[in-house]
């Protein structure tokens, strides 16, 4: 079993930058791959970033691209979000989640997930 706590979201202009982090305890953390996903209000929760277990490999959706940097830290068993040049579009909760498997980008291939954190981007 895995426990993951997200924080550092808020409220921040568009362009402005936010690092949301996930924590985890548990079993060993450095045995999982870690995704990031998001939910807007009436829309489907939708993948934002993925970073395999040892932290060497890392994918990114085409909206976050460019802008987002997924990096993780096992000595400290935590996942950090670093976005920048917030968007209106980028608003939602934001989810950590985490698979012993292989990360991928459909939810269903992950066994455990956060409680969320709010991200609201005004214009």
């Known amino acids: 079993q895995v426990q993951l706590v997200e924080s550092g979201g808020g409220l921040v202009q568009a362009g402005g930058s936010l690092r949301l982090s996930c924590a985890a305890s548990?079993?060993?953390?450095?045995?999982?791959?870690i995704g990031w996903f998001r939910q807007a209000p009436g829309k489907e929760r939708e993948f934002v970033t993925r970073i395999n277990w040892r932290g060497s490999h890392t994918y990114y959706s085409d909206s976050v691209k460019g802008r987002f940097t997924i990096s993780r830290d096992n000595a400290k068993n935590t996942v950090y979000l670093q976005m920048n040049s917030l968007k209106p579009e980028d608003t939602a909760v934001y989810y950590c989640?985490?698979?012993?498997?292989?990360?991928?980008?459909?939810?269903?291939?992950?066994?455990?997930w956060g409680q969320g954190t709010q991200v609201t981007v005004s214009s």
């Open positions: 989640a985490a698979t012993r498997g292989v990360g991928t980008s459909r939810p269903e291939n992950y066994d455990y």
């Open positions: 548990g079993r060993t953390f450095s045995n999982y791959d």
